[in-house]
């Protein structure tokens, strides 16, 4: 069973930068498709970014530009690292792992796997 845990949120201003830890548990994360999900308060779950199997890479449009998704092979972690936080950033965000095919990337449904998340709440 693999396990992710996620590390990294906090309490952030408005402008600040924050890079979210994704530790899995298994050998070679690279086996797997990796994605980032969040879910604002009263809100659904909604893709971030994803690192492919194969090297690619995903971003959700509404915060391109100021995400960076990244992996440490040695380290079976993966990153987040997100840029110019706005109080709209404030959520919960989870790590997700799966073997997923490759239009439902960005579904979290698709998904075997899940953290238990880190919270991101950003001030103005």
């Known amino acids: 069973q693999l396990q992710l845990v996620e590390s990294g949120g906090g309490l952030a201003q408005t402008g600040d930068s924050l890079t979210l830890s994704c530790a899995t548990s298994?050998?070679?994360?690279?086996?797997?498709?990796m994605a980032w999900f969040r879910q604002a308060p009263g809100k659904e779950t909604e893709f971030v970014a994803a690192?492919?199997?194969?090297?690619?890479?995903y971003y959700e449009d509404f915060m391109k530009g100021r995400l960076t998704i990244s992996g440490d092979n040695a380290k079976n972690t993966m990153y987040l690292r997100i840029n110019g936080l706005k109080p709209d950033d404030t959520a919960v965000y989870f790590c997700?792992?799966?073997?997923?095919?490759?239009?439902?990337?960005?579904?979290?449904?698709?998904?075997?796997?899940w953290g238990q998340g880190t919270q991101v709440t950003v001030s103005s």
């Open positions: 298994q050998g070679s994360f690279r086996q797997k498709d």
């Open positions: 997700a792992a799966g073997v997923v095919i490759l239009g439902r990337t960005r579904d979290g449904s698709g998904y075997a796997y």
């Open positions: 690192r492919r199997r194969d090297g690619h890479l």
